[in-house]
């Protein structure tokens, strides 16, 4: 294979790349935990954060809290799952690189 073959099939690679990053990170992703639900964009931007209850006690604002905690990680889970699954294919063992 010659330079400029190679060449152009880095950069159809790297457009592949990019247009699938594009599309993760205009993808929402909702994480849930108990009552509590958050959605993310895949650029990491949490964009909703939805409580199911109507009335709250103030000793219920801690578990909250947690709850916030456990469904926003849930959500970043995600996001990085996907990203493994479409770009890791072009990644090819190389840890770390999105």
């Given at each position: 294979m010659n330079?400029?073959?190679m060449l152009k099939q880095a950069q159809?690679?790297?457009k592949?790349?990019?247009e699938e990053?594009?599309?993760i990170e205009n993808k929402e992703?909702?994480?849930?935990?108990s009552i509590v639900t958050v959605t993310a964009k895949g650029n990491k931007e949490i964009i909703k954060v939805d409580i199911d209850s109507e009335e709250m006690s103030k000793d219920d604002i801690e578990m909250l809290e947690d709850m916030i905690m456990v469904a926003v990680n849930d959500c970043m889970k995600q996001i990085e799952q996907e990203t493994e699954q479409k770009?890791?294919?072009y990644t090819k063992?190389?840890?770390?690189?999105f």
């Open positions: 330079m400029q073959a159809n690679l790297q592949k790349m990019l990053q594009k599309e992703f909702i994480g849930k935990s770009l890791g294919k063992g190389m840890p770390g690189l």
